[in-house]
């Protein structure tokens, strides 16, 4: 069952949320404060649902803290503000979505689904798994973690996804412009260049044999044997 975490201080706004919820078939836990959602928070939690104003801290920074340790959980932040550039700050610091209040439960709900589809998850579907490997090299897509030969390798959360690319696809001819709409999500911006950077790091942090160019295409990720 698809676990949900509602992180809300207005019983008005949490309890009939949660109680929608669960009617849909999700497991809910409820956090009223920064503390008591880190405490709540856990491996099997699939998505998140965050105020932007809790009592003990903004919604904002607690996002923050969980992007820089690695956690990719889909965020939703729900927020009494409505001015663009609060939305576009949210969405900078790595919330997947943002609804200002009030709001209808209805459209909330068919947002997470939405969130939870595109993670390849569904309240009673299977579940994506928990580790990648090829080779030496580990991926888990839970906790964003990254291991090469059983050490973390610490990366950003665009080498992850780009990384992940790779191992998943192995041996196989990827053009600047495919990695750029599959790892970025545009086709035309940034530009190529950036591709060439981020698979650079890549290569410095796991080894510049493993990432092929391919001459005048793209690259390609070799498996080690």
């Known amino acids: 069952m698809t676990k949900i975490l509602i992180i809300e201080d207005e019983e008005s706004v949490r ?21 008591e959602a880190d405490e709540k928070l856990s491996p099997e939690t699939e998505l998140i649902v965050a105020d932007w104003m809790l009592p003990d801290v903004q919604g904002i920074e607690l996002l923050k803290k969980w992007r ?54 569904a309240p009673h579907g299977p579940k994506r798994p928990e580790s990648i490997q090829a080779g030496d090299i580990f991926l888990s897509p839970s906790l964003r973690e990254t291991r090469l030969k059983n050490q973390v390798i610490e990366t950003t959360k665009t080498e992850f996804d780009l990384l992940k690319l790779f191992i998943e696809n192995p041996n196989q001819v990827f053009s600047r412009e495919e990695i750029l709409k599959k790892v970025w999500g545009y086709e035309n911006y940034p530009t190529t260049r950036t591709v060439d950077t981020h698979v650079l790091q890549l290569r410095q942090k796991f080894g510049n044999d493993r990432f092929e160019t391919v001459h005048k295409i793209g690259y390609r990720f070799r498996l080690k044997t």
């Open 15 to 35: 309890k009939p949320l949660a109680d929608h919820l669960a009617r849909e078939g999700y497991q809910v836990a409820v956090a009223q404060s920064g503390r």
């Open 68 to 121: 820089s340790r690695g956690i990719s959980i889909p965020v939703i932040m729900l927020t009494a503000r409505a001015d663009l550039v609060d939305k576009v700050l949210g969405l900078e610091f790595g919330a997947n979505d943002y609804m200002t209040k009030p709001f209808e439960v209805r459209e909330l709900v068919a947002r997470i689904r939405a969130h939870l589809r595109a993670k390849n998850f």
